[in-house]
């Protein structure tokens, strides 16, 4: 079975401070993860995919086999990174995406 | 149309009607989605669509759930006798193909049971 947890409900950090949304995920073969974001009043969108190895909006997101792990990370955190963020998970074959339950972050001027 | 439209917005519905919920897909997006996003729940799969291919409805709840898809564009997702819990963010996406990166949200419909 799939399953993709993020302990954080919810994250404040300060304006300036690197922040960390931590996603851990459990599956047996390979999968792709991606990083989902919702600002308020807007729709969710896609932020990042491992597969890409890019950086968006300043953020990175390192897949880790090991720990089967996908933090996303940023070193400087901006106001306007205060959003709702969703870790998702496709298995191999599979047809839908498969979300974590969320983080909401602030970060405070 | 430029992006995923969804009908309602908000819809307020009494505990045991039935409502229905629209969504109108990306032109040309093969791939068609239903979530829903419940308080504290992150979202939740309840069924796929993928060209005139039989749906993959594995996330539907119950089988007070149903879904259609129309000429491979409009969708219509179908809530029977509506109980409180059906209370949430209901969210169409749509893509080129099944695909994680190609999702394209919609702004969902909030339905309320009272």
């Known amino acids: 079975a799939q399953r993709v947890t993020q302990p954080e409900k919810l994250l404040s950090v300060f304006k300036g401070a690197p922040v960390e949304l931590k996603c851990n995920y459990s599956y047996s073969g390979s999968p792709e993860l991606f990083w989902y974001v919702q600002y308020s009043r807007q729709r969710l969108q896609l932020l990042l995919r491992h597969i890409s190895r890019e950086s968006i909006k300043g953020f990175t997101a390192d897949l880790n086999k090991g720990e089967t792990s996908f933090h996303l990370k940023k070193p400087f955190a901006q106001e306007e990174d205060s959003a709702m963020y969703y870790c998702a998970l496709k298995g191999a074959g599979a047809n839908n995406l498969f979300f974590g339950t969320g983080t909401r972050l602030t970060v405070i001027p | 149309g430029a992006g995923v439209s969804q009908s309602p917005s908000n819809k307020v519905t009494e505990k045991g009607k039935d409502v229905e919920l629209r969504c109108d897909p990306i032109?040309?997006?093969?791939?068609l989605y239903w979530y829903r996003q419940s308080l504290g729940q992150g979202l939740e799969f309840l069924i796929y669509f993928q060209g005139n291919s039989a749906p993959d409805k594995s996330g539907l709840p119950s089988d007070r759930f149903s879904a259609e898809r129309t000429g491979g564009s409009v969708s219509t997702l179908t809530i029977q006798r509506t109980q409180q819990e059906d209370s949430a963010v209901y969210l169409c996406a749509s893509s080129l193909r099944s695909s994680g990166y190609g999702y394209t949200f919609g702004s969902g419909t909030r339905l309320t049971v009272v």
């Open positions: 032109s040309g997006h093969t791939a």
